[in-house]
């Protein structure tokens, strides 16, 4: 069985400081990682995703995260937050391959921007 | 456009009252899920769809039917909802191995 720990339910920085939100895993097989966005009064939206080959992911608006398999996580990095940034991340883990049968979500980091 | 599209998007129903939730995706799409949305709790996956006839429980099916007659539609449906059905509702779709495409989600409250 796989699961999915997100440390903090809200994280709280200024604008232009350095994000980071920690998403811990547990996974049989090799595992499949997304981070997911919700902004306000919308659905989610694919931030970025580690499938197979370099650890160091990059995803839009400025946001990347690097698949340890050692520690088993996949934290959620950006280097000067916007208010923009504010919104819900999800963080989950797929053995699957893909978005279908199989995707296990956290229970999600609400980033707060502080002006 | 792409999209996945959900309705109603707002609904407060009471107790026992039959309703369903309608979800339609342009995509050809064979992958279809519906997600419940609850504060603390994140997105815990009610039923999902593999294709057309084919459906299956997620974690937390208890309470709601599924049906999948024709590829691009998935209904979801309280036969007799309960105030803990009361929720944020998401349906999401997807190729096998692609992106999960999510709908911008359904409030529902039962009084």
């Known amino acids: 069985a796989q699961s999915v720990t997100q440390l903090g339910s809200h994280v709280s920085v200024s604008e232009g400081a350095l994000v980071l939100l920690r998403c811990n895993y547990s996974?049989?097989?090799?595992?499949?990682l997304f981070w997911y966005v919700q902004y306000p009064n919308q659905g989610l939206q694919l931030l970025l995703k580690?499938?197979?080959?370099?650890?160091l992911v990059k995803g839009i608006n400025g946001f990347e995260a690097e698949f340890k398999k050692s520690e088993t996580s996949f934290h959620l990095t950006k280097p000067s937050a916007h208010m923009s940034d504010a919104a819900e991340y999800f963080c989950a883990v797929s053995d699957s391959g893909g978005g279908a049968d199989g995707l296990t979500f956290g229970k999600g980091t609400h980033l707060i921007i502080q002006p | 456009e792409a999209q996945v599209t959900q309705n109603p998007r707002y609904l407060i129903t009471v107790t026992g009252k039959k309703l369903t939730v309608t979800c339609s995706q342009n995509m050809n799409h064979e992958y279809m899920s519906w997600y419940r949305q609850d504060p603390g709790l994140g997105l815990r996956q009610i039923y999902y769809?593999?294709?057309?006839?084919?459906?299956d429980k997620g974690d937390v099916p208890e309470g709601y039917k599924v049906s999948r007659k024709e590829k691009r539609n998935f209904p979801l449906i309280l036969e007799s909802p309960s105030p803990n059905q009361t929720s944020l509702y998401f349906c999401?779709?997807?190729?096998?191995?692609?992106?999960?495409?999510f709908g911008e989600g359904s409030r529902l409250t039962v009084l």
């Open positions: 769809s593999m294709n057309v006839e084919v459906t």
């Open positions: 999401a779709s997807s190729l096998w191995g692609g992106e999960l495409f």
């Open positions: 996974s049989s097989v090799p595992p499949y």
């Open positions: 580690y499938t197979t080959g370099a650890t």
